[in-house]
């Protein structure tokens, strides 16, 4: 059966221990992530109970390399498999189709998922964290937004990007977007209903790092989030010591 999962199933399939009661998309938030990431939800895979939807995985390509993207079993029905066979279709259709390598990501308290994967063949290439910072009060918004070509992206990031979703090509599909920069660190930053993401960052070392923090504190008042910086990088170094909190800890697996 073909079905186009929604932001509401997945906000119904994420509840749990794991990723709390909350609700983790809007339609827009979802939107978003499925246009700027190149998911293709008619390539999605589901499983029903009759006319219930019980499970679905959708996934993005890109060339030869496929990202899984999200991955969601009703409550009712863990523990019977249907992650495991969601899974592994998921991998054979991505592989059916040229993908040489096949990436995503899982938090670390995730030990069943964890565990499902590596039996997979997959194994961790990166321990990636989530930071936040508190808004900035005293900060003015000294900011210009625009959208960014992928080359001009390029040019500026880091190579290789710390994830899918920090590549130039899911940067430069965001609109609204502005360019803080200091002398060897960039942010792409974009606000939204008060918050601020910074859709990808980098710094060349420890002191690039910590003067593009400056930058940030004089010139982006909300609060920040950046997804996915590996935990060893200077600008994990320069939040830790700037008093940025860590909001999700995650594994980046690769398998071919």
């Known amino acids: 059966m073909s079905y186009r999962p929604t932001a509401k199933d997945f906000n119904a399939f994420f509840r749990g221990?794991?990723?709390g009661t909350y609700d983790i998309f809007t339609a827009r938030s979802y939107?978003?992530?499925v246009r700027?990431?190149?998911?293709?939800?008619?390539?999605?895979?589901?499983?029903?109970?009759?006319?219930?939807?019980?499970g679905t995985?959708?996934?993005?390509?890109?060339?030869?390399?496929?990202?899984?993207?999200?991955?969601?079993?009703?409550?009712?029905y863990?523990?019977?498999?249907?992650?495991?066979?969601?899974?592994?279709?998921?991998?054979d259709a991505v592989r059916a189709s040229g993908a040489r390598s096949i990436e995503f990501e899982v938090v670390h308290r995730n030990a069943a998922a964890i565990a499902m994967y590596r039996a997979g063949g997959f194994t961790i290439a990166d321990e990636l964290l989530v930071w936040a910072r508190k808004p900035m009060p005293s900060a003015i918004v000294d900011l210009t937004f625009r959208q960014f070509s992928e080359g001009t992206v390029a040019?500026?990031?880091r190579r290789p990007p710390?994830?899918?979703q920090r590549e130039p090509r899911s940067v430069a599909a965001a609109r609204d977007v502005a360019l803080v920069q200091c002398e060897g660190a960039y942010a792409y930053v974009r606000v939204r209903d008060g918050n601020a993401v910074l859709l990808d960052a980098g710094a060349r070392?420890?002191?690039?790092?910590?003067?593009?923090?400056?930058e940030l504190d004089r010139r982006v008042p909300y609060d920040i989030t950046l997804v996915n910086e590996p935990d060893r990088s200077p600008l994990s170094v320069a939040f830790g010591e700037a008093g940025w909190r860590i909001v999700d800890r995650q594994h980046r697996m690769i398998g071919t």
């Open 31 to 33: 939107a978003d992530l």
């Open 17 to 19: 221990k794991i990723y």
């Open 57 to 76: 995985i959708v996934f993005a390509q890109r060339g030869e390399r496929a990202w899984l993207s999200l991955m969601g079993v009703d409550p009712e």
């Open 36 to 54: 700027r990431h190149d998911i293709d939800l008619s390539r999605a895979i589901s499983e029903f109970d009759g006319d219930r939807l019980i």
């Open 155 to 157: 040019r500026i990031a």
């Open 78 to 91: 863990r523990s019977r498999g249907h992650g495991h066979r969601l899974f592994a279709a998921a991998v």
């Open 162 to 164: 710390a994830c899918w």
């Open 205 to 214: 070392d420890s002191s690039a790092a910590r003067g593009l923090l400056v």
